[in-house]
């Protein structure tokens, strides 16, 4: 009696590294998920529920974006012949080169048709028709095939080897996987490689990812390549159509939200994968409100928002439902004092010491809330410094998707700087970097003001430090102080809106400012602080100090994760409003939003303007009626009567009631309707505003408006600060 073993069929063997690449990806998924879980801490409690989850859902979300991941490898298995090249000949070369040219040009007609794709744009199909050139030429059988094969192992796994450890950096800044962030990152291909140049020993890790990578597949080598018994063509393109149709299943079928099924949203994070997350926030890089969100009859949310946005000091000049321009009048005389904006990046509210952190980061700021008017409630509108500047110039809601500082047909959008120009005002975006990065030259030199970025630094100035983000902050304030000085000298008044980058990624900063260390964010923000103190001791020898205002601020917080989708502690910033000889100090404890900026401070200033501002003047505004917009690319966010209510894709709406120290929140029952079409009215109408261009400047606007009749004090909880010589003059 004898036993005979039926060997694999010649598929299987053929399928042999596709089982390898499977498995190797499915291990690099669950070290990676080991390694964010230990990062998050606190952040995710050790209940075996969520580990279950996160692992169990962690999986599938591997295994529907390997479906992606193996395309290369499922084409070699599919294309390359069995045991003899199909081509060798010239003719059969200039053959297959023709239809892999005929291939790309029916998907660029394809994609043309469709979306309008330019060739610029479908570039990347070029790579596919590069990888696909040699395939027929090997032979799966041949050392020709296997070393090939081998190759390709190698650099998918040194692939998926380095996005897994990307992801682990990624998540220690943001607490997220891919996202939006990463999306918009790969757009600045220099400042990237150069901030992770800067920050990391980017050498050594290449080295011993590409030695993980090489160790790895040699130790396994033996089930990756098996001799293919005989697969025909027809079989393995029955498999190349099957994956294809899985791939078209996926793309149709999940999306990425699926996974935020629990309440804790580092365990929604930790299921998802980073590779399905970054492709997903690619296709919703630009997002349709009307398409994707709750909204209401167009008439009813024009209704409510005019409504909305009554204030004592503003009157509609007429009754199109359509039409937010308002008449602003403060009682005047106008004071035309020169401004100067300080955004501040990633000045997160808990660096302070005002606001409890006990580290000593900020001693200049904290002395500066005691002499400023100082907000101790204000939220910012998103957690990137493109939200910021887009509240701070334009005084709008977020858009979801892309900022409109990078959209296209952004310019000539009623603005702050318009207001200011139209009284005499030289208004300028002062940068320290290059301000191509998140357009914000394009915009800001389109809507207003005069971009001045790093290539505007004269070539003999002295620059005590710079990173890939720009010049140290000292040396940024020092060009703003020639800049102020020029507008001075011409007899006009100024205001410049200043963005610093030092308290960013690498945290590089001058030597001998402050007792931190290099590369910490700590002593970025010590460092940031001492600029900013060493700024407004250089501007008070100006002749002009007394005559100015500074409002110093934050563009987003330093970290945006949480617990909660929208962790509200995340979005909290601080704010001065600083002129000695004009404005008392005095904390403000009101909510306040960042789009509340701008129409705050043109009221300190008794500015009597037409208006499309979104945002309050918090001084006029009555008791309760104060919100902010806390939001994501995604998440659209709406806090009112301390419920935030969120609008997201899918048309889908949640309501929380947040926990304002820990950035928690829990659901809000009963559900608050008005406070939700509230949300939807102020989300629907900011977005339809802007794609039919009516958020743009009229030439009306600059028709000058009466200012109001000077009225009785209101009640303390709303009253303008007295300014700081009447104040003065009370002072027992």
Excluded at 190 to 205: A, D, H, Q
Excluded at 433 to 458: C, E, I, Q, W
């Amino acid at each position: 009696m004898s036993l005979s073993f039926r060997s694999p069929s010649p598929l299987r063997q053929r399928l042999r590294p596709l089982g390898w690449l499977a498995g190797a990806y499915l291990l690099i998924g669950v070290v990676t998920r080991i390694a964010l879980l230990v990062m998050t801490g606190s952040g995710v409690s050790p209940n075996p529920l969520n580990y279950l989850y996160a692992f169990g859902v962690g999986a599938v979300s591997d295994l529907l974006t390997f479906v992606y991941v193996a395309w290369p490898l499922v084409l070699f298995l599919w294309i390359v012949p069995t045991d003899r090249p199909l081509v060798r000949t010239p003719s059969r070369w200039l053959a297959w080169i023709g239809a892999l040219l005929a291939g790309f040009a029916l998907c660029w007609g394809v994609l043309h048709l469709i979306w309008k794709a330019s060739l610029h744009e479908v570039w990347p199909l070029a790579i596919v028709v590069i990888y696909l050139l040699p395939l027929p030429a090997l032979a799966y059988n041949r050392r020709s095939g296997r070393g090939y094969l081998y190759g390709l192992c190698l650099a998918l796994l040194f692939g998926l080897l380095f996005v897994a450890a990307s992801e682990l950096v990624f998540w220690q800044e943001f607490g997220v996987r891919f996202n939006f962030i990463a999306v918009d990152y790969l757009v600045y291909t220099t400042e990237v490689i150069g901030n992770i140049r800067e920050s990391y020993p980017i050498g050594t890790w290449l080295a011993l990812l590409a030695a993980v990578a090489v160790i790895v597949l040699w130790a396994t080598r033996r089930r990756v390549h098996q001799r293919d018994a005989g697969t025909r063509f027809a079989q393995r393109s029955a498999l190349a159509a099957v994956w294809l149709m899985l791939s078209v299943a996926v793309t149709a079928g999940i999306t990425a939200d699926m996974k935020d099924r629990t309440s804790n949203n580092y365990v929604n994070e930790l299921a998802g994968n980073g590779i399905f997350q970054f492709f997903a926030a690619f296709r919703s890089s630009h997002l349709d409100y009307a398409k994707f969100y709750r909204t209401l009859p167009e008439t009813e949310a024009y209704t409510r928002v005019r409504e909305l946005l009554k204030t004592p000091e503003a009157t509609y000049l007429n009754d199109n439902p359509h039409d937010l321009t308002r008449a602003i009048r403060n009682p005047g005389p106008e004071q035309h004092l020169n401004v100067v904006l300080i955004s501040v990046e990633s000045l997160s509210a808990d660096y302070l010491g005002v606001f409890g952190n006990k580290e000593k980061l900020t001693p200049q700021l904290d002395a500066l809330s005691d002499n400023s008017l100082f907000f101790e409630n204000a939220y910012a509108n998103g957690t990137r410094t493109v939200r910021g500047l887009e509240a701070l110039s334009l005084s709008v809601p977020p858009t979801p998707g892309d900022s409109v500082i990078k959209m296209k047909n952004n310019e000539n959008l009623f603005s702050l700087a318009d207001i200011f120009n139209d009284r005499g005002y030289v208004s300028e975006f002062v940068y320290g970097g290059y301000g191509y990065f998140d357009n914000m030259n394009y915009f800001f030199s389109h809507n207003g003001y005069l971009a001045v970025d790093r290539k505007d630094f004269p070539k003999n100035a002295t620059i005590h430090h710079e990173n890939v983000w720009g010049v140290s902050d000292e040396d940024l304030f020092t060009m703003a102080l020639a800049q102020m000085d020029q507008v001075h000298a011409q007899g006009k008044p100024f205001f410049l809106h200043i963005m610093t980058t030092s308290n960013h990624r690498p945290y590089t900063f001058p030597e001998g400012r402050v007792n931190f260390p290099q590369g910490s964010r700590a002593g970025a923000v010590a460092y940031t602080d001492w600029s900013i103190g060493d700024f407004l001791k250089r501007a008070k020898d100006k002749p002009y100090f007394n005559d100015t205002v500074f409002v110093i601020t934050a563009d987003h917080d330093a970290a945006s994760a949480g617990k909660s989708s929208i962790p509200i502690n995340r979005y909290h910033i601080p704010l001065w409003i600083y002129a000695p000889a004009h404005i008392a100090p005095r904390k403000v404890e009101r909510l306040t939003a960042q789009i509340d900026i701008p129409p705050t401070l043109l009221g300190l200033l008794h500015f009597s303007y037409r208006s499309r501002f979104f945002g309050y003047d918090v001084f006029q505004l009555e008791p309760g009626r104060e919100r902010a917009f806390p939001a994501t690319y995604e998440k659209l966010g709406y806090l009112r009567h301390n419920v935030l209510t969120a609008l997201e894709p899918g048309r889908k709406m949640e309501q929380l009631i947040p926990d304002f120290d820990t950035g928690d929140a829990k659901p809000a029952t009963p559900v608050n309707n008005a406070l939700v079409n509230d949300a939807i009215a102020y989300y629907q109408v900011a977005a339809n505003l802007f794609k039919h261009g009516e958020l743009a400047r009229r030439p009306e606007d600059a028709t000058p408006v009466s200012p109001s009749e000077p009225m009785p004090a209101p009640a303390a909880s709303s009253a303008t600060p007295a300014p700081a010589t009447s104040a003065a003059a009370a002072t027992p």
